[in-house]
């Protein structure tokens, strides 16, 4: 059985960090691009960030580059999400996905994780 499980989402002032942790199991992690999603209610999921299966290859959305850092441990079957500089504007429900084929939209992933809500307070 296949499962994403986020965690460490939680309330933040403006300009704090969290580290978002998503851990995998039930498929080959190392073999999978994973990525990051957002959604505010009534609004369409957005990309956010995504690594490759190595972790040699990363890319972010325009909003969260420079701020925000993916990274992942294959031996762990996790992946993260350093976000850093937060603002108001980063209020969202957060998602974790994977998926064999690599891409910003969201209908390239196969698997999802539940969320994990992210509110930054001003």
Same mark, same amino acid.
Not at 115 to 118: E, S
């Given at each position: 059985q296949v499962q994403l499980v986020e965690t460490g989402g939680g309330l933040v002032q403006a300009g704090g960090s969290l580290r978002l942790s998503c851990a995998a199991s039930g498929f080959t992690f190392s073999a999978y691009t994973m990525g990051w999603f957002r959604q505010a209610p009534g609004k369409e999921?957005?990309?956010v960030a995504i690594?490759?299966?190595? %972790?040699g290859a990363t890319d972010y959305a325009a909003s969260v580059r420079g701020r925000f850092t993916i990274s992942r441990d294959n031996a762990k079957n996790t992946v993260y999400l350093q976000m850093n500089s937060l603002n108001p504007e980063d !209020?969202? +429900?957060y998602y974790c996905a %994977? %998926? =064999?084929r690599s891409g910003r939209l969201k209908e390239v992933y196969d698997y999802w994780g539940q %969320? !994990? =809500? +992210?509110t930054v307070s001003s």
């Open positions: 999921r957005e990309f690594i490759n299966w190595s %972790g !209020t969202d +429900v %994977g %998926g =064999q %969320g !994990t =809500q +992210v």
